[in-house]
């Protein structure tokens, strides 16, 4: 994609920020260049100026990375860091008895944005990431965020594509509405093959002071019967830690 | 402090990220024009800039804080994401027996960076934080970096100020040289009181494919006989982190 022709030196130096994923966290300034649609020479004037201020760092083979000190800037006030705060030991406390993954995640836009991951060696196959995104129809968190989400949230989820992973997925207007009701009648998401035949997904959600929905709390474990005795675990925990979230705003500490 | 006259977008945008901290994550605009020596009129157009492309973000009150889509993108290429997700599984068994904290840490320019620190309800007192700074000559993950850096690195600090937290910080040239000696020749550092009075830090160095110590593994605890037994499980887990670094590298997984 060609940028627009006047664009601002923060609109380029975000849409290089974007080049970098978790699978490519490394890049050459041309694979820059290729994946921004800047000119190489523009995107080598560009990467030199964001290292000088810290944003980019150089390995010694000369590729470009995310730099430390921006990590540390963002990261030391992070929006996410507090509520992540909150709910470390709860989560670590159902990483102990459940094993497997253990998740905190936040609505962003119109998915879910997962801010923390505990994973145990050889648990069940899991496609969220510490700063990964999914879709909020799919996934046990974006269930319990859409279940409690904006009226005009749903309506434009129902009404976009509902990607069908498996053939257990709610890929359809009708039973993702059913779904979205039982989710906030019972007070949980179970999603037994929604993204991956063999997962399943427990989610509950973590309220603020004022009892709105501010993160979802979630386990994957393998799908199987043995996982329904889970739910209390993660009800509990998810409670927890809207114990400590409220406790927070109410000391006046920033709590999302 | 005022700013240089012609400076780049980029400059003001990164004095304006390094305006918030832990303490202070929200900043009105006013503040932040203050923090950062711009004018009123520039800082609001900056933030506004900033805010268009998901660097920042507004709260309903007006207050600025740094954008979840920032946070996003620097976490998910992050340089420190992959040697969090090595080292996690031995600080998570760590915790769970030794408790207070157990943290793991990076040399960063002159200080010790915290990459990331699991924490118990009612724990010793500690002043580290995730992305926060310690010292290098006070600190035990600090002494283990720097007995392991390169020597220019030591000699800076050595000739630098050394200050004393307590009485027992290594505050003297001659000390501190010492102690580095023995840091490497028992291969951990154990640091009663350095801090404070209270608390006592461990740490072994963690070491990646080429040998090179790369981060230290740390517990800080309550300042008294007992934690000469914690010594083995810290340099049992920092080995463990070591092993999985050499094995993501072998297997050409980024590991830094």
Redesign the interface.
């Not at 505990?118 to 060696?121: C, D, F, G, W």
């Given at each position: 994609m060609k940028p627009p022709h006047h664009e601002?030196?923060?609109?380029r130096?975000?849409r290089i920020?974007?080049a970098?994923?978790?699978d490519?966290?490394?890049l050459t300034v041309s694979e820059i260049a290729r994946r921004t649609g800047l000119h190489v020479a523009t995107a080598s004037r560009l990467v030199g100026?964001?290292t000088a201020?810290?944003?980019l760092?150089r390995d010694e083979d000369r590729r470009v990375?995310?730099?430390?000190?921006?990590?540390?800037?963002?990261?030391?006030?992070?929006?996410?860091?507090?509520l992540r705060d909150a709910a470390?030991?709860f989560m670590?406390g159902v990483?102990?008895v459940v094993g497997h993954h253990v998740q905190l995640a936040?609505l962003?836009g119109e998915e879910v944005?997962f801010l923390e991951r505990?994973?145990?060696?050889n648990a069940v196959i899991n496609y969220t990431?510490?700063?990964?995104?999914l879709p909020l129809h799919a996934s046990s968190s974006g269930l319990v965020l859409l279940a409690h989400g904006p009226a005009t949230l749903k309506e434009r989820v129902l009404a976009g594509e509902l990607t069908a992973y498996t053939p257990a997925t709610p890929a359809t207007p009708a039973r993702l509405r059913a779904l979205l009701a039982e989710v906030r009648r019972q007070g949980y998401a179970y999603c037994p093959g929604y993204v991956h035949d063999d997962a399943l997904g427990i989610a509950a959600p973590v309220r603020g002071a004022d009892g709105t929905v501010v993160a979802a709390l979630s386990v994957i474990v393998p799908n199987d019967r043995s996982a329904q005795a889970i739910v209390p675990v993660v009800r509990t925990a998810a409670r927890g830690v809207s114990r400590v979230v409220e406790t927070s705003a109410a000391r006046g500490t920033?709590a999302g």
């Open positions: 601002s030196v923060l609109s130096a975000a920020l974007e970098f994923s978790s490519e966290p490394a100026e964001l201020h810290g944003f760092s990375r995310i730099g430390v000190r921006l990590w540390e800037l963002v990261v030391r006030a992070s929006p996410a860091l507090s470390m030991p670590e990483h102990d936040v962003e944005l505990l994973s145990a060696p990431r510490i700063a990964g995104r920033a």
